[in-house]
């Protein structure tokens, strides 16, 4: 189309002209500086502003409850899918239905969480769409069940992810997990993930 | 639909008048038609005062409110609000209008029982209050917010609001990340960093470093006043351009490292399929514009016709809007409004003169990046035929009808 034609002209012009300002700016910035929209201060930033104070292993440790695929978080404890069953029964099951499974018909205030491994099917539970074993631990231990967030015990997040990689049919039922083991299972989305490949230009992606 | 729809053409609204609206007003009320924004036309009840200047007018008081004419709302469900904009003349977002999205609840944080712990890869992890981070060197920037998977379609009688309510715009104030950094003193080998909400989800997102060094900074300010607790009351994270789920609010926690985490917000969600894989890390917000007056469920009248609008882009300035008039075969380009900012809403106008005929009326942003927005068609052919819900920023359309009535005009893509 000519309007596109004509706009990528225009477009070179532009994209030049803030290349340049980029790279003038980048210059004078640097990465630690005086960001967006610093003009003239009276004085040099100092090394230090001196606000803020040394953060504890303590004040650490009370909030640094991340897990990483490669396990680094994972705690002491353990649990298998028998005893994540019994939990699952008492603290999931009202709002993901029973077993998990997708209920035809039936609107659960959950999502649906056990499904087969296929990567096209319906719907996207942990076993068709979950890469990492690890997002499964450290999620529901920072903030299910949904109305007492927060509330389970190592031992029981333990015993429920074993309990629903059980059901996906990712592990065997007397799988039992604990921080050496839980990282290292390889799921059968993590295969289908790829990183974002847009970068903008004319290209729709 | 959740509620009714306030603003139907000839609808008539029973407005309550406040005991104060009162004061100083008649006793007596009757039904007076008003023109509101637009082609608005409701009927509210209000004090019959034929002549204003023969009656004194109400005293000062400590908070103003809007005029009882006026009653933009929120669409509220269980888990989102959508900003009606439909109802904005420009390109700032009453506070109490900007979209919600949260994952579980709205916390109460206490300022004065606000930290931030910046730890992970640093030469001295530290806390830091809420007044610490307000005595920073700071900065003032407006910008967009948009949550990933803004776009909704499948019905003609759907407003900008049903449509696309899940972005507003403010101007924000904080200091800069890239400040706090400079005093933790980073690893030179780290390359991401994790934010945490302090909220009940205690939501966490995966960022690369860069950003964070670039133009990331934790917000306590909010269009002049502090940041409303629905925006992540004392303080939040604000990366400009960014899908709305990664600006993290109640921001509690920052940990430095060289890897992402894969959070449960970064893989089960906030992800699409493409062609057969998924795709995840989809920051930038890609341009897309939309047309908010003439809009659903509004009417026209044959003449002059000032379609208005907005554009945005999370790659930096828009540089163009192009109108259509007569349903994609032709476009012009609209008068865009100055000053236009980065990673901004940008207000589109563009002069009309509809002669009564049946058409489609259509708006296409362009970036400087020299990206266009695109057809569903295009998105389709990019992605597959399996879209999910997220980064879905298709060209869209409203339908004028004969009679002056504007519908939305929804595409199958499924």
Known sequence: MNVKLHLNKKYVVVITGLIIIGVMTSEKRGYFSPGYGATTDTGKWPKSFGFGSTASPQDIVKLDIDVRPDGKGLPAGAGDAAQGKAIYVVKCAACHGATGLETPGIKLMGPALVSDTAAASKPKTIGNYWPYATTLFDYMRRTMPYTQPGSLTDNEVYSLTAFLLSANKIIRPETVLNAQNLWQIEMPAKKLFIVDDRKGGPEVK | ?414
Request: aromatic share 10%; hydrophobic share 35%.
């Open chain 2, 1 to 414: 639909m959740e509620q009714s729809e306030n603003n139907s053409a000839g609808k008539i609204i029973e407005k309550k008048i406040s005991r104060r609206t009162l004061l100083g007003g008649a006793m007596a009320a009757a039904i007076l038609p008003v023109t509101s924004s637009f082609a608005k036309y409701i009927q509210v009840g209000v004090p019959a005062i034929d002549d204003p200047t023969k009656k004194l007018g109400i005293p000062p008081g400590k908070l103003g409110k809007r005029s009882p004419f006026e009653s933009p709302v929120r669409k509220a469900s269980d888990i989102s609000s959508r900003s009606p904009l439909q109802d904005f003349y420009s390109t700032i977002t009453p506070s109490d209008l900007h979209f919600e999205r949260h994952h579980a609840g709205i916390p109460n944080i206490a300022p004065d029982k606000y930290e931030l712990l910046i730890h992970g890869m640093v030469e001295r992890p530290m806390k830091f209050s809420l007044n610490d981070l307000k005595r920073f060197p700071s900065l003032t920037r407006t910008c967009f917010l948009e949550c990933a998977g803004n776009f909704r379609t499948g019905k003609e009688a759907m407003t900008p609001q049903d449509i696309l309510g899940l972005t507003s715009q403010s101007e924000w104030t904080g200091v800069m990340l890239s400040t706090l950094l400079r005093e933790v003193g980073v690893n030179p080998k780290a390359t991401w960093f994790l934010a945490e909400g302090g909220d009940a989800s205690v939501m966490t997102r995966s960022i690369p470093l860069k950003k964070g060094i670039d133009d990331a900074f934790i917000a306590y300010g909010q269009n002049g006043e502090a940041i409303r607790p629905e925006q992540g009351y004392p303080a939040r994270l604000l990366l400009p351009g960014w899908e709305g789920n990664t600006n993290v609010k109640w921001l509690r926690r920052i940990e430095i490292s060289d890897q992402p985490y894969f959070t449960r917000e970064e893989t089960s969600k906030y992800t699409y399929p493409v062609k057969g894989k998924i795709r995840m890390f989809s920051f930038e917000m890609d341009a897309r514009s939309i047309i908010t007056f003439p809009s659903y469920p509004q009417k026209v009248e044959r003449g002059w016709i000032e379609i208005r609008g907005i554009a945005w882009t999370g790659r930096g300035k828009i540089v163009q809007v192009d109108i259509s008039t007569d349903a994609g075969k032709t476009w012009n380009a609209a008068r865009l409004q100055e000053p236009v900012l980065d990673k901004a809403h940008t207000y589109f106008r563009y002069l009309w003169q509809w002669n009564g005929d049946e058409t489609e009326i259509l708006s296409r942003a362009v970036d400087e990046t020299g990206y266009v927005q695109p057809t569903i068609s295009q998105l389709v052919a990019a992605r597959g035929n399996d879209l999910g819900g997220y980064h879905m920023n298709p060209v869209t359309s409203w339908q004028i009808k004969r009679d002056g009535s504007v519908l939305f005009k929804p595409e199958n893509y499924k």
